[in-house]
Structure formats: C-alpha cells, structure tokens
C-alpha cells in the first residue's frame, strides 16, 4: 500500500512538477540581422550597433509627431519595435541577457533543503 502510495506521489510530482525552460532566442523575421550573423558579430561590432539604434532612437524622439501622417507613425512604431526586438537579440547572443528566474517555492525548497543539510 505504501509503494502504491509512494508512486502516485512521485507520479503527481512529475506530472504537476514540470518547469519552463527558456529557449534560444529567435530573432524576429524584422530585425535586420540574423542570429547567426548576430553570433558572428564582435563586441566591438555589437556595441557599435547598439549605439547606431540609440542614436536612431533619439533622433526619432526628437522628431515631431505632429505633422506626421497615420503611416508614418505606424512605421515608425514598427521600426521601434524591430530595433527593440534587434537590441534584445544582440543582448542575449553576448550572454549578457536572460538570467535566472526562481519562484518562491524553489527558493522555499532549497532553503528546506539546506536546512536539512546543515542540521
């Protein structure tokens, strides 16, 4: 009774117990540099891009909107949002992005966990 007991434990565990993992990111289909190209790319040429899209950035926040057409606010909105999905991509393919998410009930397992050890 007990093993049967012991195994719907562990089979609830496994089933309720899974976690999320992170895949590689993927660069969207408008961003001007591939992923491979992104890999490729030095520091010196990552941090050289990143500075070109501030620039464009504070060029386009400098801009007035007000005698801009319908389009051209879209476009400049889709342009923003590629450089910002570019920025993110540049930043993850350097390992500078991403990190370690841990919930509160891993954070509680591992302190019951080093409680257990260290005792």
Do not use: C, W
Not at 30 to 57: C, P
Request: aromatic share 4%; no cysteine.
């Amino acid at each position: 009774m007990k093993i049967k007991l012991y195994l719907f434990t562990a089979l609830l565990m496994l089933i309720f117990g899974t976690t999320a993992t992170k895949a590689a990111t993927v660069v969207p289909a408008g961003a001007t540099y591939s992923k491979e190209e992104l890999n490729k790319m030095s520091i010196e040429q990552k941090t050289a891009r990143i500075q070109q899209i501030k620039d464009r950035i504070d060029e386009i926040k400098a801009m007035d909107k007000s005698t801009l057409t319908h389009e051209q606010k879209k476009e400049l909105r889709v342009e923003l949002r590629d450089m910002r999905h570019e920025a993110r991509a540049i930043n993850s393919s350097d390992g500078m992005g991403g990190g370690v998410y841990l919930s509160v009930g891993a954070i509680i397992i591992i302190i019951l966990l080093l409680i257990l050890i260290l005792h």
